[in-house]
């Protein structure tokens, strides 16, 4: 399925969403199946893991079920249990020896508002220095020590789309996958602007050629 994030539950970590997934399934009597073992699970994947704090209109998850159910009647009732902030977009039945969503995922686009002391000419005059640089290092703490990345390779292309006031919308085609994923507020202090405020909302995900979710 397709699923949409807002309000409060952009402010719900992966841990978080996955119960609440368990918690929906199960009110909605939905015929989930469950890992073989010592602590049986349900059998979810999510395609891209939405960071916290973003809204999106876009996310995958991969159901499992036990016994075949029809998407209209899946999507009828996860609809019925849904709480505020969580919209169903699409639910589409698919080959069960499909490949893992994250496996072909392949970018990601953003719709990203800035509130910055600059105005547009300024605004699109670190973008264009930004793009226009051959590396941008930073580093990412993974298993409790910094690891350096370029940033600058994980950029496929950022436009400023609009300004109103002190606000300046932009569009973000980042890498999203198993080779790394780019992240707008890491965009966002690379500018050198002075913002204040920002939000990120993930408009689509694209994965293998030719198959996107939006």
């Known amino acids: 399925m397709t699923y949409g994030v807002d309000a409060a539950l952009c402010y719900a970590s992966l841990l978080d969403m996955l119960g609440l997934w368990e918690r929906l399934l199960r009110r909605a009597a939905v015929p989930v199946a469950y890992s073989q073992g010592y602590n049986p699970h349900q059998r979810l994947q999510f395609g891209s893991p939405l960071p916290v704090g973003y809204s999106s209109e876009c996310e995958p998850l991969d159901v499992f079920?036990?016994?075949?159910?029809?998407?209209l009647l899946f999507a009828r009732a996860v609809v019925r249990q849904s709480p505020a902030g969580l919209t169903i977009a699409q639910v589409l039945e698919v080959?069960?020896?499909?490949?893992?969503?994250?496996?072909?995922?392949?970018?990601?686009?953003?719709?990203?508002?800035?509130?910055?002391?600059?105005?547009?000419?300024?605004?699109?005059?670190?973008?264009?220095?930004?793009?226009?640089?051959?590396?941008?290092?930073?580093?990412?703490?993974?298993?409790?020590?910094?690891?350096?990345?370029?940033?600058?390779?994980?950029?496929n292309d950022i436009r400023h789309t609009s300004s109103h006031g002190h606000w300046h919308e932009l569009h973000m085609d980042l890498a999203c996958g198993m080779g790394g994923s780019g992240r707008p507020e890491e965009i966002i202090d690379e500018l050198g602007l002075t913002v204040t405020q920002y939000s990120i909302h993930r408009c689509r995900l694209i994965w293998s050629k030719g198959q996107e979710s939006r």
């Not at 686009?109 to 005059?125: F, L, N, P, T």
């Not at 930004?130 to 350096?148: E, N, S, Y």
């Open 95 to 155: 080959p069960l020896r499909g490949p893992a969503l994250q496996s072909t995922m392949r970018a990601a686009h953003y719709r990203v508002r800035i509130c910055a002391g600059e105005g547009e000419e300024q605004v699109r005059a670190a973008l264009n220095h930004l793009l226009g640089r051959a590396f941008i290092v930073r580093a990412r703490t993974k298993k409790r020590r910094a690891v350096d990345y370029d940033l600058r390779r994980l950029i």
């Open 65 to 71: 079920l036990a016994e075949r159910m029809a998407p």
